[in-house]
C-alpha cells in the first residue's frame, strides 16, 4: 500500500460523521415532538451516549449497522478488500462498546440502543420509536402517577417523520 492509498483512506474516514448523523435527528425529532428533553453526547458519562434523558435514568445509542456491526443487519456486512482489518476494527467497536454499557449500567442508567437499520422504513421506526416512546411514558406514569398517554399505536411514530430517508 503506497502513500497516496493512505492518504485517500484517511480523507474517506475523516468524512464520516459520529455526530448528528440523519438516524440521530430522526430519534432525536421523535423525543422532542413527543415532549421529551434530553441533553446530547454527555462527556461526563461513558461513551458519551448521543441522547441522555437525565430525568427517566435513560441513555440512548443510536447505531450505524456497520461500525458497530448488527449481526442482524445486511447493511453491517464486512467489505471483501482488508478483512482483516475491518474485522479487528469492528470487534474493537463492539467490545468498547460493551464495556460502555456494561459501565452505565453499573452507574444506575438503562441503555437503549438504536440501529440505523431500524429506522430506515417507516414501519421500522413506527416498531422502534413506539417501543421507546412506550417504555418512557411507562416511567413517566411510574415515576409521577399521572396517566401519561402511551401512544395509541406504533403508526402514529411513522406519520410524523414520513421523509426520513428520501432525498
Request: some cysteine; aromatic content about 10%; overall charge positive.
Amino acid at each position: 500500500m503506497d502513500i497516496f492509498d493512505k492518504q485517500k483512506r484517511r480523507q474517506i474516514m475523516q468524512a464520516i460523521r459520529s455526530k448528528d448523523t440523519k438516524p440521530e435527528w430522526t430519534v432525536r425529532r421523535c423525543l422532542h415532538r413527543h415532549g421529551f428533553r434530553y441533553r446530547l453526547h454527555d462527556r461526563k458519562l461513558p461513551g458519551r451516549p448521543d441522547i441522555v434523558l437525565k430525568k427517566y435514568g435513560l441513555v440512548v445509542f443510536v447505531h450505524g449497522c456497520f461500525w458497530h456491526g448488527h449481526d442482524t443487519c445486511r447493511i453491517s456486512k464486512l467489505p471483501k478488500s482488508n478483512r482483516a482489518f475491518w474485522l479487528e476494527k469492528i470487534t474493537a467497536n463492539q467490545k468498547r462498546d460493551s464495556r460502555n454499557v456494561f459501565l452505565l449500567e453499573k452507574l444506575g442508567w438503562k441503555v437503549w440502543k438504536i440501529y440505523e437499520c431500524e429506522l430506515r422504513t417507516a414501519a421500522d421506526r413506527a416498531q422502534s420509536l413506539g417501543r421507546l416512546l412506550c417504555f418512557l411514558h411507562q416511567r413517566h406514569k411510574a415515576e409521577y402517577g399521572t396517566a401519561a398517554e402511551a401512544p395509541e399505536r406504533y403508526e402514529a411514530v411513522a406519520e410524523e417523520l414520513p421523509n426520513y430517508g428520501k432525498s
